[in-house]
């Protein structure tokens, strides 16, 4: 099983963007389809992106679809979320997550990082 370290999370205005990164340790992270999650105060964890052990698919919630490009690089176990014009509805703790398979299912995630807060301002 991996182990995931999220980072890049911080304070912007709105429009402005942020880049996060996962960092995966352990074995076999190429066989992992990852993606990242996001829980806002009093709400529950939503998904936002996914992509493919290659990164040849990918997936995004609507509210991020155009603006959040996700990737990754195998040769270096991360995973990254580039987040594009973002807004305060956008202010969440991020989680990047593991899967054995392509998922909308928080469930069937069975490695998480920490999660790094994004705070949009208005």
């Known amino acids: 099983q991996v182990q995931l370290v999220e980072s890049g999370g911080g304070l912007v205005q709105a ?4 880049r996060l990164s996962c960092a995966a340790s352990g074995r076999s992270f ?3 389809a990852m993606g990242w999650f996001r829980q806002a ?3 529950e964890r939503e998904f936002v992106a ?16 155009g603006r959040f490009t996700i990737s990754r690089d195998n040769a270096k176990n991360t995973v990254s979320l580039q987040m594009s014009s973002l807004e305060p509805e956008d202010t969440a703790v991020y989680y ?7 998922t909308l299912s928080i469930g069937l995630y069975n490695a998480w990082g920490q999660g790094t807060q994004v705070t949009v301002s208005s």
């Open 50 to 65: 996914q992509i493919s052990w290659g990164g040849g698919n990918s997936y995004y919630a609507d509210s991020v679809k």
């Open 30 to 32: 190429s066989s992992y």
């Open 96 to 102: 990047c997550a593991a899967a054995r398979v392509m």
């Open 15 to 18: 429009g402005g963007s942020l």
């Open 41 to 43: 105060p009093g709400k």
